[in-house]
């Protein structure tokens, strides 16, 4: 299952920048997910709940962030919101978009509690 390797590897990076900052819990967690980034939300938030069992993240508070997909065609400049990966320009019709926004998948940051 794709979204559990995926919260797995949230779980690595948010346990990695914990260790760093010599903490041992962390309190809280925010990551931002890209409506494009092809992930299931609710199956990732599922997911989440298992892979931060016996981890650092077991208590913590997860934030999530949905970011829309943005585009910008490569033939106007427009930019706009899109929803899916391959749509052309509202303005133009060209098919030539980049996408600016909408395929994050990351740990924004942590909270935590160095005296636990
Ligand atoms: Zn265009």
Not at 5 to 17: D, M, T
Not at 21 to 42: N, P, T, Y
Not at 102 to 114: A, P, Q, T
Request: glycine share 8%.
């Amino acid at each position: 299952m794709h979204e559990l390797s995926i919260a797995q590897s949230i779980v690595e990076l948010a346990e990695e920048q914990a260790r760093q900052q010599q903490a041992s819990v962390i309190e809280e967690v925010e990551i931002e997910i890209g409506r494009l980034a092809g992930v299931e939300i609710q199956t990732l938030t599922f997911a989440l709940e298992s892979a931060v069992k016996y981890t650092m993240l077991e208590k913590a508070r997860i934030v999530r962030h949905d970011i829309d997909g943005e585009g910008r065609c490569g033939d106007c400049g427009a930019c706009f919101k899109t929803e899916a990966l391959f749509s052309p320009c509202p303005q133009c019709g060209s098919y030539a978009v980049g996408l600016l926004r909408g395929k994050e998948l990351r740990v924004k940051s942590i909270v935590i509690n160095r005296y636990v």
